[in-house]
């Protein structure tokens, strides 16, 4: 598979199937996730899956993009009764396997022109 192939694998076994298997299978035991509020390793994203709701979000694949070892998403997150958001991650590959990630979060602006037409 292609990092870019692994990087969409993985995001569905994660925010659609939420399997933790997919965590060992495509990323590096000691991979860096570049968030100082988490910690690194698996045990980050097996505590996302553990201690989220199956209902609590819900992820609107966008784009994924693969230049050398790098991918990068774009996709929206909506959670119930709040704003969706836009998230935006790249993904940094050793041997196949993610070996670091970093995300971002922004509200979704939508300007009021397209809020107010009629489809």
């Known amino acids: 598979m292609t990092n870019k192939e692994i990087g969409i694998k993985i995001t ?3 925010f659609f199937n939420r ?3 997919a ?4 990323c590096n035991e000691h991979y860096l996730k570049q ?3 988490t910690i690194n390793g698996h045990q980050c994203l097996t505590d996302l899956l553990k201690h989220s709701p199956e ?3 819900r992820l ?9 070892d790098l991918v990068i998403s774009h996709s929206h997150l909506k959670r119930p009764g709040k704003p969706r958001l836009m ?17 971002w979060l922004k509200n979704r602006f939508v300007p009021l022109r397209l809020r107010t037409m009629a489809v």
Do not use: M
């Open 60 to 68: 609107f694949k966008g784009i994924f993009i693969e230049s050398n």
């Open 19 to 21: 399997n933790s298997n």
């Open 87 to 103: 998230v935006l991650i790249i993904f940094r590959f050793e041997n196949n396997k993610i070996a670091e990630h970093w995300v």
């Open 23 to 26: 965590i060992e299978a495509y």
């Open 35 to 37: 968030n100082p509020s």
């Open 12 to 14: 569905n076994e994660i």
């Open 55 to 57: 209902n609590d979000f």
